[in-house]
T-cell receptor, first 111, second 113 residues
Framework: EPEVTQTPSHQVTQMGQEVILRCVPI?????FYWYRQILGQKVEFLVS????????KSEIFDDQFSVERPDGSNFTLKIRSTKLEDSAMYFC?????????FGPGTRLTVL | GDSVTQMEGPVTLSEEAFLTINCTYT??????LFWYVQYPGEGLQLLLK?????DKGSNKGFEATYRKETTSFHLEKGSVQVSDSAVYFC????????????FGKGTLLTVNP
């Protein structure tokens, strides 16, 4: 059964460093998403991506964040100059329609 | 603003007990409603969904009915198993072109043998 994969499973970084979180969506899906969950809080929408461009982004998704689909299979989330409050679980998802399929998440820890 | 409110956890039950996890939403229009489940160490999996008022979603013995009059989508199961131990998330999307999901906080369910 096809699944969404994410790497790494856990990333530790120093404040101010850049990180890239990677996702491989399901191959025939057209919509891609990033969500995050700060420990103990709700899962929050960050950004959606369709047809090689951002279709919607939340107020959380400021200039510090960017997304890219560099090679037709990977979907990346870059966080420039990480802050302590960026520590969270980041989930990638993809869909061909209403149902979204989620990856297992990357736990980002900013020290 | 748009939001989802879920019953606070954690919820601890004995095997074969009846489960209810309450969920209400605040959204404009006619959202589609979902329950996702997250087993330990895994990603979010769609458990069930309902796309219009009075629809009942069901899967693996779980059910939820889309109640527009009460803006609710409560999750129920008649007899839980140890393997149902997980975090359950209520969510909706308001349609449009990108189907973004708005989630509740999640409810941790632990089922003891």
């Amino acid at each position: 059964e096809p699944e969404v994969t994410q790497t790494p499973s856990h990333q530790v970084t120093q404040m101010g460093q850049e990180v890239i979180l990677r996702c491989v969506p399901i191959s025939n899906h057209l919509y891609f998403y990033w969500y995050r969950q700060i420990l103990g809080q709700k899962v929050e929408f960050l950004v959606s991506f369709y047809n090689n461009e951002i279709s919607e982004k939340s107020e959380i998704f400021d200039d510090q964040f960017s997304v890219e689909r560099p090679d037709g299979s990977n979907f990346t989330l870059k966080i420039r100059s990480t802050k302590l409050e960026d520590s969270a679980m980041y989930f990638c998802a993809s869909s061909g329609g209403q149902e979204q399929f989620f990856g297992p998440g990357t736990r980002l820890t900013v020290l | 603003g748009d939001s989802v409110t879920q019953m606070e956890g954690p919820v601890t039950l004995s095997e074969e007990a009846f489960l209810t996890i309450n969920c209400t939403y605040t959204a404009t229009g006619y959202p589609s409603l979902f329950w996702y489940v997250q087993y330990p160490g895994e990603g979010l999996q769609l458990l069930l969904k309902a796309t219009k008022a009075d629809d009942k979603g069901s899967n693996k013995g779980f059910e939820a009915t889309y109640r527009k009059e009460t803006t609710s989508f409560h999750l129920e199961k008649g007899s839980v198993q140890v393997s149902d131990s997980a975090v359950y998330f209520c969510a909706y999307n308001s349609g449009g072109s990108n189907y973004k999901l708005t989630f509740g906080k999640g409810t941790l369910l632990t089922v003891n043998p």
